[in-house]
């Protein structure tokens, strides 16, 4: 095995730990019997899993950057012309 396919193998199992959905399960059974913890705080594994969620999202994805943005800025009362739908149709 190549060492770059042994540091992704590293970094896949950090992300997704082995026996994750095993501590995914046991954790719905017990909210099932009343237990109000979280599951990131009884399961390390699922800690990570979310740590590694969180660390992909970019939290700028859906703002608007460059021209489109200096667009919305200037925009005032919409568009100016004195368009009307035609609801008269045949």
């Not at 390390?44 to 969620?53: C, G, T």
């Not at 460059?66 to 200037?74: A, D, H, P, S, V």
């Not at 009362?77 to 368009?83: A, I, K, R």
């Amino acid at each position: 095995m190549p060492y770059t396919e042994l540091l992704k193998w590293v970094e896949f199992f950090q992300k997704r730990p082995v026996g994750w959905q095993d501590d995914q399960r046991t954790y719905l059974m017990l909210r099932a019997q009343g237990v109000k913890a979280s599951a990131e705080s009884l399961f390390p594994s699922i800690k990570a899993i979310k740590v590694a969620q969180e660390k992909a999202q970019t939290p700028d994805q859906a703002i608007p950057k460059g021209r489109f943005l200096e667009m919305m800025i200037k925009a005032k009362n919409g568009d100016s012309s004195n368009w009307k739908p035609d609801f008269k149709r045949k």
